[in-house]
Nanobody, 123 residues
Framework: QVQLVESGGGLVQAGGSLRLSCAAS????????MGWFRQAPGKEREFVAA????????DYADSVKGRFTISRANAKNTVYLQMNSLKPEDTAIYYC????????????????WGQGTQVTVSS
């Protein structure tokens, strides 16, 4: 059974930082593209960042480039999202996702999803 479990969300002031973690089980972690997505109230789920092998540069949405950093620790089956210089518009539920044969931004192409963790940025 595949499980993706996010943690690290919370309430932070604008300009602050948070580090999200996603622990995976039930998959050969190193063989999967790992992505972070987010969904704000009343909006569609949107791509944030994705990472595959270290030799391939991660991909970031323009809205987070330069502020967020995605990384992975294959030995721990964990992917991280370091979020700095947070803005109120970053407020959303953040989801971790895994894709077996796809490295990209399309929500429907990811095979497995976590339950999400809430990030709230106050102004």
């Amino acid at each position: 059974q595949v499980q993706l479990v996010e943690s690290g969300g919370g309430l932070v002031q604008a300009g602050g930082s948070l580090r999200l973690s996603c622990a995976a089980s039930g998959i050969t972690f190193s063989s999967y593209v790992m992505g972070w997505f987010r969904q704000a109230p009343g909006k569609e789920r949107e791509f944030v960042a994705a990472i595959f092998w270290e030799e391939i540069s991660p991909d970031y949405a323009d809205s987070v480039k330069g502020r967020f950093t995605i990384s992975r620790a294959n030995a721990k089956n964990t992917v991280y999202l370091q979020m700095n210089s947070l803005k109120p518009e970053d407020t959303a539920i953040y989801y971790c996702a895994a894709a077996r044969v796809y490295f990209g931004r399309e929500v429907r192409r990811y095979d497995y999803w976590g339950q999400g963790t809430q990030v709230t940025v106050s102004s």
